[in-house]
């Protein structure tokens, strides 16, 4: 009998897909909050959307170096207030960031991609947790976040 291999599913290639499609809902929502909105804090000790933003560009940044096998930068947290103020700057960082560390998980190495899968998966759960509470903070201000509108 001659059996035909049957090709497998490239789990990584869905990961950085997966990847992509939360990084685009990001910054979608990003979007649609208006720059006077930046500011917003639903309440005392929480972030504001443009701390949340800048928080998720920075970790973005922290997969794309790592999956570079560069020392990447981790105490920080989020990207400096000083630099990345404005809705532009703060919206510009996070696209970057993300098409940044995409790039960097397609062009790593096959050997590298097991190790890198589940830092994958934890910063895609990491990004869609502030997507959601994005989407909360947007619903706050009369905004229907762009994924649920029909």
């Not at 207030?81 to 960097?104: D, H, N, P, V």
């Amino acid at each position: 009998m001659n059996a035909k291999a049957i090709p497998q599913p490239d789990i990584f290639a869905k990961l950085v897909n997966q990847w992509e499609q939360a990084s685009m809902k990001l910054e979608a929502i990003a979007e649609a909050i208006p720059a006077q909105k930046f500011d917003f804090r639903p309440t005392d000790g929480v972030r504001t959307v443009a701390e949340v933003l800048r928080h998720v560009a920075f970790w973005n940044l922290y997969v794309s170096d790592t999956v570079r096998g560069r020392k990447a930068q981790d105490s920080a947290n989020e990207l400096p207030k000083e630099k990345y103020a404005t809705k532009q700057q703060i919206l510009s960082a996070l696209k970057r960031s993300a098409r940044e560390a995409a790039e960097g998980l397609r062009g790593s190495s096959p050997a590298a991609r097991d190790e890198a899968a589940e830092m994958v998966l934890t910063f895609i759960e990491h990004n869609c947790e502030h997507y959601g509470q994005l989407a909360i903070y947007a619903r706050l201000n009369s905004i229907v976040p762009p994924a649920s509108r029909g």
